[in-house]
């Protein structure tokens, strides 16, 4: 499983360029994340991919070959900090209902929606800690659930930013760091 | 799904000018390639104040790549001042980044023999004793049996295409690699290399000129001329008269009247092989033809490009007689605009390359590869008509000829004896 980084311009048609160029190297992709970023131009999209390192770094290659992508990168083995949100919506009794609120406590979830006959759970973390909830929540009865996929972000100052047009760039230099 | 470069929609009329600037600087930049622009019927009708400067290409910023980190380039100088055994594979990439000069300079330098691609001839003169000529599938025998050998392949604006490698499983396995290629994309994709320098063809070759050695390469050299052997004195032309033209006469009495000058056109097939093999070219560009996104029905239509490009040139097409079918309306054009082209109509009555194929990997089941009642001989489009059919017939005057005529050349049938026709040495 691989990590990539990409920013893209923030319009319509991008999303089907990248899905398509996924299509056509016959990688399947696990999950694929898009959102806005502090510049509303541009998006950042987390993609996770079913390949190895070499179909990684074609993915890579030609992902920044598209007029649309800003940057792409592999930024898997690198220390990263990866989150996942998930809904559960699991069918809760009088009786059991104790129970179900120890395990949410236990892995940090919160219930954000009660009803007479069920809960929604929302908890974020990491994959692992979801997958956990989840088996634990199954016996229970789940009865719906939402994923957003995973979103990441490299630690620390491996700072991954957007590159920036020219006449911005100079801008930048001008007005010394820490200034957009 | 679009097949190009990139592919926009405009759907303002004010958006037009800006769009089709974009579109050249995109289809020019880096590894070029066709862009797309599609224009809405509402834009079409529309009409919008034209401003230059208001209508400046507006892309995207991208990531300014180091293209390779200086570990990887000591790492290929070392290769080239090391290797015993080394060849060149030269690509279409050193004619499009205009690297002709600097690659001589370095062929010359470091003694590399070079075999080039399809698309690569013409980037290195024909007439070098270190040109090889063309590789792969369709070159000669000897000079892929030296890729096999080298112990090292300096790939330039290339991309180890199927037809160039053929079994990757065998390929050039006792020879270390380095690929000099503008696209990231192709690194490690087909053939996994030892030292990879991502940038433009030019750029690389000049920044490596100063730390390559003149080294003497001659045992290598000699090694390969007697790989070569006498495959030249068993050339098809050599043959004794068997009363039969073959389209090798053709091609190589064409290269010798136009006196290797002209611009050639071809389209796919056996006979775009056999111009590969038989037309020598010494200069970049002359030699127009479709490569990987290849298509019969090219070389007409492409002809006239090259025509109203190269006003002053002569221009040659050189078509198999089923591509030629697949542009009539082009002849129509070409009588309309008066348009200078000569045509030189391989005709052996067959969709030659596919039956190639049926007879080595399909049991000769030749289906649907004869081609019966044509009419190549009447001079629709065509001021002169002239039809050679026996290598005794007049060749010069007939290919010297002003003025746009076609040459069809009745080539022999696969009845001939073995190799004969077949777009690949005997």
Known sequence: ??????????????????????????????????????????????????????GAHRLE?????????????????RALLERDLALIKVS???????????????????????????LIIEVSGAVDKIDGLLEVLRPFGVLEMARTGRISMTRGGDLLRPPVPE???????SSGPGVK | ??????????????????????????????????????????????????????????????????????????????????????????????????????????????????????????????????????????????????????????????????????DLRTYAKGARKIHIEIDRAEINKNVKVDAALVGDAREVLEKLMPHIQTRDHSIWIRHIAELKGDSAVRDIQTLPDSGHLYAAHVINDLWKETG????????VGQHQMWEAQYYHHNRPRTLITSGGLGTMGFALPAAIGAKFAKPDSEVWAVVGDGGFQMTMSELATIVQEKINIKIAIINNGYLGMVRQWQEFFYDKRYVATPLVGQCLWHPRGAHHCARRSHPHDPRGARIRRNGSHRLP????????????????PA
């Open chain 2, 409 to 424: 050349c009745r080539t022999g049938r696969f009845r001939l004896p073995d190799g004969c026709g077949r777009s690949f």
């Open chain 2, 260 to 267: 290797g000058e002209a611009i050639v056109v071809t389209d």
């Open chain 1, 92 to 118: 809760a009794d009088q009786q059991n209902r104790p129970h179900l609120m120890e395990l949410i406590k236990v892995f940090r979830a919160r219930v954000v929606d009660v009803a007479p006959e069920s």
């Open chain 1, 1 to 54: 499983m691989q990590t990539l980084v990409a920013y893209v311009e923030n319009k319509p048609g991008v999303l089907n360029r990248v899905s398509s160029l996924a299509r056509r190297l016959a990688i399947n992709i696990d999950s694929l994340t898009v959102g806005p970023t502090e510049n509303e131009e541009i998006a950042r999209m987390t993609i996770v991919a079913h390949t190895d390192e070499r």
């Open chain 2, 1 to 166: 799904m679009p097949i190009t470069k990139h592919n926009v929609v405009v759907t303002h009329a004010e958006d037009i000018a800006r769009t089709v600037r974009e579109a050249f600087l995109i289809a020019n930049s880096g590894r070029p390639g066709p862009v797309l622009v599609d224009i809405t019927k509402d834009a079409q009708q529309a009409s919008a104040e034209f401003n230059w400067e208001a209508s400046a290409p507006k892309l995207p910023p991208k990531r300014q790549r180091t293209n390779h980190d200086q570990a990887e380039f000591d790492r290929a100088v070392e290769l080239l001042n090391t290797a015993k055994r080394p060849l060149i594979l030269a690509g279409h990439g050193i004619m499009v980044s205009g690297a002709m000069r600097a690659f001589e300079q370095f062929v010359h330098t470091g003694n590399y023999p070079v075999a080039m691609t399809l698309l690569g001839i013409g980037c290195f003169p024909a007439n070098d004793p270190l040109n090889l000529g063309m590789m792969g599938m369709h070159g000669e025998a000897w000079v892929n049996n030296a890729i096999q050998e080298a112990d090292l392949l300096i790939a330039v604006g290339m991309r180890f295409d199927d037809r160039v490698t053929g």
């Open chain 1, 167 to 173: 006449s911005a760039a100079s801008e930048l230099e």
């Open chain 1, 61 to 77: 290659a030609s992902l920044e070959k598209l007029v649309d992508v800003l940057l792409a990168e592999n930024i898997s083995g």
